[in-house]
């Protein structure tokens, strides 16, 4: 799984760059802990190159969700386009996440 | 109802790759849009997923994945295992009302591919149990 992940503004941003399955969503949330172990308790999931995600990869974004609000962190979704989109409306997910067109509007929450 | 493409392999996740390109490339000559091709994708993903982690408990076993135009001239696909009798679409629908916290996680992937394919239906016969598709 590739993953672009700086820091800005207190917050960790992570760009996903590939699609996300049931083959790879195991790596995605190794990949996710592994960048908010250091107690970091926001997240910024750029998902603007992402075409594709299953309900593997929403179960690793709720689990995420979860342990960050349990932190007083939040999750900002960016970027979410096509059928990607859609999985987050059908899932109800579209409604319960921060869901930002650009980074810079996600940041701006902090 | 001729086939347009058929795959058998061992229920592996491993397998599962070539199971769906298998399936998409059938589409994709079959003249599917880009965006159904996704919805398939994401369909036969959830299926497979369940096949994969419910169908064999101790013997391994195949699954069949074939894709057809049903009577009505609809892009079909059909999966087929020979594992347990199990009705992936009798299973309970996921409550999306909550928000964060109140929300469970998984049970999502059915409730997907029942929202994004116009039918499927579920049948047991003999001793396989058949999940139809149709975009």
Known sequence: ?110 | MQPLSHIEMPAKIENMGNLIETVIDCARKNNIDEKNILRIELAIEEVLTNVIKYAYESEPGDVHVTCFFDKGNHFTIEIEDQGIPFDALSIDEPDISGDISERKIGGLGIFLLKQTMSDVTYERKKESNILRLTV
């Open chain 1, 1 to 110: 799984m590739d993953l672009v992940t700086r820091k800005e503004r207190g917050a960790v941003v992570v760009s996903v760059k590939e699609r996300i399955n049931a083959v790879t969503a195991p790596d995605f949330e190794n990949q996710i802990s592994e960048s908010m172990d250091a107690g970091e308790k926001f997240l910024v999931l750029n998902m603007a190159d992402v075409e594709y995600i299953s309900s593997a990869g929403l179960r690793v974004i709720l689990a995420t969700a979860k342990k960050l609000k349990a932190v007083q962190g939040d999750i900002f979704l960016v970027g979410l386009q096509g059928v990607v989109k859609e999985v987050f409306e059908l899932s109800g997910f579209y409604q319960i996440f921060k869901v930002f067109d650009t980074e810079e509007e996600a940041l701006g929450q902090l």
